[in-house]
């Protein structure tokens, strides 16, 4: 058909980035054991060459120095769920203690039977949940559409006041949103997706059913033109991935995806939300706080890969050693598939810290936040309250120093808290991960994000390239262990710890990440405040002066 010999062109490649732009992605890398050491981001630099953050021998230190820990930390996930029956995590989920399984609010704290965590995006009093949202630009866009999109120019230039900020304000969230690259591109997006579909049924033609991996794609030539066009579609929407993945995994994601994005296009005139009738609350009043379940434990792949490196069970002898060995993890499900809303991200801070939370992990973010307020006003709570905040600083490629992500990590006052901090991500060789945000002002440090062999669903175990989201992970597991052994130590004190022991890489030069900036190469000490890689030995060194000084004794176990 003639539609499709069009479609297959670079601006069609290029829609793809574009619709999968504010995705988390997690790519499994499908590495076995022999291909590289399971652990290797609990090595270190100068012993192991690999830039590790040195967790293994810190404990050797611990060890050998014969400390105990001095209290139990618990960091809050707030995330898109965690399987809270993993084999390698159930043992490390936080129990709220004051509550029973048994219909009632028994500590009184709002939230009927949060046992182990709390879902801001479920139904009250139901087992109902909501996974799959649009962009927050989106559906504000949506929102205005019937006010604003078939406005008359003449009544355009009649607007003042509130109303001309409202209608400025819509055109900046239809520009955010695409709309115009989605309407455009609508009689394509089932060609893309048929791409997909053609393919998958050469691959079973040619190579009979069986488990295909992306590297099969090589061994088709077809003959046929259309075909060969199919092919170059796909080839191109799937470069990012390792080439033993498996294809069922990019042709399902991928596929999902298109259908989002024609959904959107199909659904423009519908103003009616998921959110009404599988939350129920009012999305614009922050006062609404009561809302949700507890059903924790869906939608939960981010969420326990996330966990897991934090709080595994150590010495097991299963799967993977999390890095905190004395540490509770409190689940709380607030990020959908999709762009989280600015409500739930504020209340789900507050949940933890009102919950006993010292360290919340906050591996999301977005590129627009209409109620920006609610979370800055989040995160002074939790700093004033002396929890440690930590932050992805996202997997866009691209400076956030002038290209603001939110979280911003500041408060309303306009200052940032002393214990918050923002991590890019790195791989084993100390380069950095090629979507990984930088900047000198807003990042605080990297740690490593690529090649993790982390938790998977149903008992399972597999490497994740998940870049800042699972950077963040690491600074959090690190801090919770440091915490765990001086506990008299402040959240700000420990951030200041932690980004000044960084494994430091002087002089060298490393290549941008983002495709914008192929090729151009600048020094690693410019594209964070510290300048260097997590190193929890160095941090843990550091804080076993400062509080041995502090506090004038000695943890040792005599």
């Not at 790519?27 to 609990?42: L, R």
């Not at 998958?200 to 991996?213: A, I, M, P, W, Y």
């Not at 929890?387 to 992500?405: K, M, P, W, Y």
């Not at 495709?515 to 550091?542: E, R, W």
């Amino acid at each position: 058909m003639l539609i499709y010999k069009f479609s297959f062109n670079k601006r069609i490649v290029a829609i793809l980035g574009f619709i999968c732009l504010s995705c988390n992605i997690l790519v499994f890398a499908q590495k076995t054991k022999e291909d590289i050491n399971t652990d290797w981001y609990h090595l270190s630099f100068d012993i192991d060459s690999v830039f590790g953050i040195g967790t293994t021998q810190t404990y050797q230190y611990i060890a050998k120095k014969k400390y105990k820990p001095q209290r139990e930390i618990i960091v809050a996930v707030i995330d898109g769920g965690v399987d809270i029956d993993h084999e390698d995590l159930k043992a490390n989920i936080w129990l709220n203690k004051k509550e029973r399984l048994n219909g009632k609010d028994d500590d009184r704290n709002g939230y009927v039977d949060d046992l182990h965590g709390w879902n801001f995006l479920g139904k009250t009093g139901d087992t109902l949940v909501l996974e799959k949202v649009g962009t927050e630009a989106f559906r504000e866009y949506k929102r205005l559409r019937p006010v604003y999109e078939d406005m008359e120019k003449q009544q355009i230039t009649l607007l003042t006041g509130k109303e001309k900020e409202e209608y400025d304000y819509f055109l900046n969230v239809r520009k955010k949103a695409g709309i115009g690259s989605y309407l455009y591109y609508s009689s394509y997006l089932q060609a893309i997706a048929e791409s997909f579909r053609a393919i998958d049924s050469l691959l079973v033609h040619t190579h009979g059913n069986k488990e295909f991996v992306l590297s099969d794609l090589a061994s088709l030539h077809p003959t046929d033109s259309i075909y060969s066009q199919y092919l170059e579609v796909v080839t191109n929407s799937t470069f990012m991935y390792d080439s033993l993945t498996p294809w069922k995994k990019t042709y399902d994601y991928h596929i999902a995806n298109f259908e989002l994005a024609k959904n959107r296009v199909q659904s423009l005139d519908d103003i009616s939300s998921p959110r009404d009738s599988l939350v129920g609350d009012d999305i614009t009043n922050i006062d609404d706080r009561f809302y949700g379940n507890p059903i924790i434990n869906t939608y939960a792949y981010h969420g326990t890969v996330v966990s897991g490196i934090i709080g595994a069970v150590r010495g097991n002898g299963l799967g993977i050693d999390g890095i905190a060995g004395h540490v509770k993890i409190m689940p709380i499900r607030a990020i959908p598939d999709g762009d989280e809303y600015d409500k739930d991200v504020a209340l789900a801070i507050r949940y933890a810290v009102d919950n006993g939370a010292n360290i919340i992990n906050m591996s999301f973010g977005k590129d627009f936040s209409p109620h920006e307020e609610w979370v800055k006003d989040a995160i002074q709570y939790a700093s004033e309250r002396n929890v440690l905040l930590v932050q992805a600083s996202g997997n866009t490629g691209r400076d956030i120093d002038s290209l603001v992500s939110y979280p911003t990590g500041y408060m309303k006052d306009g200052k940032k808290p002393g214990g918050y901090i923002k991590v890019g991500a790195t791989k084993a060789d100390g380069e950095l991960y090629s979507l990984s945000n930088y900047g000198k002002r807003e990042v605080d440090l990297f740690a490593p994000g690529v090649n993790i062999y982390a938790l998977d669903a149903d008992n399972g175990y597999d490497f994740v390239d998940g870049g800042t989201s699972l950077a963040a992970p690491m600074v959090s597991g690190a801090a919770a262990l440091i915490w765990s052994y001086f506990p008299g130590l402040t959240a700000s004190q420990l951030k200041d710890i932690i980004v000044s022991t960084v494994t430091k890489r002087e002089n060298e030069r490393v290549e941008l990440p983002g495709q914008k900036q192929k090729g151009k190469n600048v020094l690693f000490s410019d594209l964070s405040a510290s300048g260097g890689i997590l190193n929890t030995y160095n941090a843990f060194l550091k804080a076993d002066i400062i509080y041995n000084k502090k506090t004038n004794i000695f943890r040792r176990n005599k």
